[in-house]
């Protein structure tokens, strides 16, 4: 499996993450989503940008509390909520927005 | 929402006529060679798997007798048929637990019994096929290990033992579940199923420090490896990551924190759960336990406790001595391990917590038991202590408080329809479908007693019911931790705010 992505075949496991991280540029998380019927907005891009640093620092996706606090600083504290998280990120903040971000998938009794 | 037909909820509970092979389809995906061989399995299927799967078969009737009982002694008699979720929830009879046992029986009959041997089709024994495998690989990763068709069994039958065993007669041919055994990977490499590293644990616990002291004014404190603190908490590491799970994580710092005690957590065994079980691997199960033996000797703690996590009460409780004991360094005066609700609740037995419950007022609670608590452990030191003490925490914390149909709770629990090794995306449908009995029960006394949410134990049962109760109509935030309720009520030594109104008559005077 793999997606297309500026005329390259990027190879992605079965649930769609992408095999080899490093591969990741931005016009991947946009193809990812067009899969899912969604269209990525500057609030989407907070997110994957912030799961990006993160994950830079700690090898590692952050824990929901990490993630809301950090987006409610961004996005105003309306927003640093896992209900808004989810309505960004319908199959789940953790797990769809780490798959655009080209995370792995957060595995684990989550 | 769903590409497949999700149970409708109705007035009550029906046994459904079964259609044959309707879940055939259902298998998860396999691990790859890497992640089999760094636990010890083989990466490639051998060329004579069939004989490595019947010695591993012969292997495990001789360790384990319970197995070669079970394969032994089933009479047919049908009292099981009814009583896995998986059943009720899909309707396919291989998904009813004698039949599920059988798939295993029939390879045993054909190589091991007279029977079987000579006239295989008056005893029904099949010869070890490619299909028979398959239908191993796709039915076991239907069980959850749950144990709820055991408590009918007239004889006692564990189909979760005979599950476990199904599971590591596929990995011993390099059959594993990529679920499982990546996660263990990352247990032995890392410390915990998520794969957390020390520095990303330390970053949330300091955010969990801040959040609690913005919220209380309190500056209740989330040890991480200090050495010379008297209990090691072993929490699951959803805890650090999931919701509700962290909420449940703040109510034991509050309640370690009113109880003056010195605590610890651990980078190095930051993992309660212990999916070694799962795939049924004494050696991989006993593998994790040593990390906390480990970790509880590095640091010098006097007593372990087990956060909410289910089938790690279940290792603890049941195993934990046998495969990384003996724990005399520890103190003698306090269970080996103990578990959160019952440090808890014994704090509250001697009136050293306080509660406000009102702050749980916006809620009608309910209570799962989760499988492995209330069928393989205990709580306390009374039968059924695993039942009460629970509940009577979220007693002491919630005015209101309502049990779900007895035939749904205690022992005859059903199962979250996500543990064992089930609780992953590519198993969705067999976990959405399998939640429907305790769908249905939860909708019954929301229906007639008004229950908003509904309390859980368990770190699997936690992400397994926020993910599946919208697909019965429920919301995702109706599922809490136990220790979240006690984290909303419990009145904090110099609190600020709503919470600080019964701060001068604490009781707590004799702190630890």
């Known amino acids: ?110 | 929402m769903a590409d497949f037909e999700v149970p409708e909820l109705k007035e009550t509970l029906d046994i459904p006529k079964y259609v044959d092979g309707v879940m055939a389809h259902s298998a998860p995906y396999t691990a790859k060679a890497e992640f089999q061989e760094a636990l010890g399995f083989p990466g490639e299927l051998p060329e004579n798997w069939q004989q490595v799967a019947l010695e591993k078969m012969t292997d495990l009737r001789t360790r384990y007798r319970s197995f070669q009982v079970y394969l032994d002694i089933c009479v047919k008699c049908g009292a099981c048929t009814d009583k896995c979720h998986y059943y009720i929830g899909t309707a396919d009879p291989k998904n009813m637990p004698v039949a599920r046992q059988d798939l295993l029986r029939k390879v045993y009959r054909r190589y091991f019994t007279f029977a079987g041997k000579y006239f295989p089709k008056l005893v029904g024994a099949v010869d070890l096929t490619k299909e028979v495998l398959d239908d191993w690989y796709s039915y076991y990763h239907q069980c959850s290990q749950c144990r709820r068709c055991s408590v009918y069994c007239p004889y006692g039958i564990d189909t979760a033992e005979i599950s476990m065993a199904a599971r590591e007669i596929m990995d011993s041919i390099s059959i594993g579940q990529k679920y499982c055994n990546e996660i263990l990977g990352k247990v032995f490499v890392i410390g915990n199923n998520l794969g957390l590293p020390q520095r990303a644990l330390a970053d949330t616990l300091e955010g969990l420090e801040e959040e609690v002291e913005e919220d209380t004014g309190v500056a209740v404190k989330f040890p991480l490896d200090q050495k010379g603190a008297e209990i090691l908490l072993v929490p699951p590491s959803a805890d650090f990551f999931a919701e509700p799970h962290v909420d449940g994580l703040i109510g034991y710092a509050k309640v370690f924190h009113e109880a003056g005690a010195s605590w610890t957590m651990s980078s190095y065994a930051s993992e309660a759960g212990n999916f070694g079980m799962f795939i049924g691997s004494y050696e991989v199960m006993q593998k994790a336990a040593l990390r906390i033996r480990k970790a509880a000797i590095d640091l010098g703690v006097k007593r372990i406790i087990f956060g909410e996590c289910g089938h790690a009460w279940r290792v603890a409780y049941a195993f934990l001595n046998t495969l990384a004991g003996p724990f005399d360094f520890l103190d003698p005066r306090y269970p080996v391990p103990q578990h959160i609700c019952e440090y808890t609740y014994d704090l509250i037995q001697k009136n050293r917590l306080k509660f406000n419950k009102s702050e749980n007022d916006h809620m009608t609670l309910t209570f799962h038991d989760s499988c492995n608590v209330a069928r393989a452990t205990r709580m306390g030191d009374k039968p059924g202590g695993q039942f009460d003490i629970p509940r009577a925490i979220i007693k002491a914390a919630c005015n209101n408080y309502v049990d779900m149909p007895a035939d749904t709770i205690g022992e005859a629990t059903f199962c979250c329809a996500g543990g064992g090794g089930i609780l992953t995306d590519d198993l969705m449908e067999i976990r959405v479908k399998g939640a429907l009995p305790r769908m249905q029960a939860l909708k019954t006394v929301s229906v007639e007693d008004g229950v908003t949410h509904m309390a859980a134990i368990c770190a699997i049962c936690k992400s397994q019911f926020t993910k599946v109760i919208p697909y019965y109509g429920f919301t995702m935030d109706q599922i809490v931790s136990v220790h979240q309720l006690v984290s909303n009520a419990l009145v904090l030594t110099g609190a600020t705010g709503e919470n600080d109104s019964s701060e001068n008559d604490e009781g707590n005077t004799e702190k630890e």
């Open chain 1, 1 to 110: 499996m793999g997606i297309e992505v500026n005329g390259k075949t990027l190879e992605t496991d079965e649930e769609g993450y992408l095999t080899n991280l490093n591969e990741w540029v931005p016009e991947v998380a946009g193809i990812m989503a067009k899969l899912d019927d969604t269209e990525l907005n500057e609030n989407h891009w907070e997110v994957i940008n912030f799961l990006r640093e993160y994950y830079e620092e700690y090898q590692i996706a952050p824990a929901v509390r990490v993630l809301t606090k950090a987006i409610g600083k961004k996005l105003g504290k309306d927003k640093g909520n896992s209900k808004y998280l989810y309505e960004l990120f319908p199959y789940g903040p953790g797990k769809q927005a780490c798959k655009y971000a080209g995370l792995p998938k957060p595995t684990g009794c989550v």
